[in-house]
């Protein structure tokens, strides 16, 4: 529509050029300043800041938390969104509001909720002490607070997406005696992977990153309890700025990463569908 | 309703049941501990702690700056909206790839960056203390950490609707001598107000409820820069259980009345 303008559409690049301003200001400039600051005492400084045994173990302890957190909300995402979009109940409105309970509350409140029934002050506390299970303060806690924050993210993914797609070519195999995995796997699958590998992405850049709930009931030890974004925090307050930008910048490369694999997903999909 | 769809499809009780069995046990009874908790307090106590003045000062200030941080976003979401499906340009598919950061950047890493950018010595605040205006550790450090964090909400709400918006009616509304101002008012923004309005309690609710992204660059200062997360925080770090647990219901409250604005919003677009 725009190119029968031959003469120059001041009103279009003035809008282009506010949009790439603010997105460059509030968004390529905080990348910059990560990479520049990690950089700024000499290669040396920022490999020490890296290799450093509190920086590793908290990495290790990060990769082991989205590892679980993404296995747990995929297993439930697949189910969930397979029970909402293929059938009709009553309080299916209800549930699939309740899924997205985790988007609105505040990660901090997701914390607080689990030392309410796992701390010391909890009725779980009890059982899971009668068990030898430390759940706050320890990695249990970790786990579970990321995976209440991520919980809808793939679930979100796949109920679109299955909604659209209908349910009769299901219903056709079922009637001529298709078993419940073979429909999964020969029509349903083929229909949500993209769908399924974006959730899956989403859902690892915000476990990786997931810091407030977790900074609640982790208890901040270090080498044992501390997720590397914690471990940045720890950093940063200590004034020990360009470790906590070198171990930042470390989060950057795999957010970068995961961006890339987000673009490259979707285009894809768009490709395909 | 049961009769007339009768489940051919397997796996009902299966899918069901897992969904019910996990969505319990990891974040409805996790939630109710909230209101199990307060009902050991008498309501007195609970108000008391609500209605301390710092605690309403934190709440107001968190409901600012949100809300001004959403209504930025919203202005910037739909024009980075408009520009991303309607023109073509150079450099057009990294911009639209930019947009999912602050969903992919960790909030921690983004909000020592934020900090150290608006400090007074840092590259853009530096230029606002020479005038005098202060960003890290005041009320408009915490807006900008949190237009940062809302931007990908508003602008991934109105693209798919202005995507599948047909340019005629604006070309129509052109030909027919409607300035472009009053074309956008007309055509446009109708088509995408359900979509902005999502869009803007997404962000609005993220903003109450972030902390990663916002507690360096507040400074946690009572009654200057302590938004409700951070007092929640204190609380906790104070052991003061019941305390949190009261501020936090309130903004679980808050949260809730959002969620319930989306979803009426969304069943009202559904059904026209």
Known sequence: MNDGNAKFDVGKWALIGACVLFVFIMLVVPLITVVAYALRQGFAVFRDAILDRYAIAALQLTLFTTVVCVAVNTFFGLFASWAITKFSFPGKGVLSTLIDIPFSISPVIAGLVLILVFGRIGWAYGFFESLGVKVVFATPGIVLATIFVTFPFICRELIPLMQSQGSEEEEAAALMGAGGLAIYRKITFPH???????????????????????????GH???????????????FN??????AFAVSSVLVVLAVVILILKNIVLHRSKGEV | MFRKNPKVIPGFGLSLGITLTMLSLIVLIPLLSVFIVMAGYSFGEFWSTVTNKMVLYAYRLSLVCSLVAALINCVFGVALAWVLTRYRFAGRG????LIE?????????????LTTIYSDQGSIGRLFAKIGVKISYTPIGITIALVFIGIPFVVRSIQPVLEKLDPQYEEAALVFGASKAKTFLRVVFPEILPALLTGFGLAFARGLGEYGSVVFIAGNIPYQTQIAPLLIMGKLEQFNYAGGTAIALVMVVFSFVILFGINVIQRVVDKA
């Open chain 1, 221 to 235: 030890l270090r080498g044992k309890t501390n997720t590397l974004p914690l471990h940045i925090e720890i950093l």
């Open chain 2, 94 to 97: 990294l911009l639209d790839g």
């Open chain 1, 238 to 243: 200590e004034f020990k700025l360009t470790a």
């Open chain 2, 101 to 113: 950061l602050p969903f992919a950047l960790p909030t921690a890493v983004a909000g020592i960056a």
């Open chain 1, 192 to 218: 949500i992977k993209w769908g399924l590998l974006y959730g899956l992405i989403l859902c690892t850049a915000r476990a990786l990153g997931e810091f407030g709930a977790v900074s609640v009931v982790s």
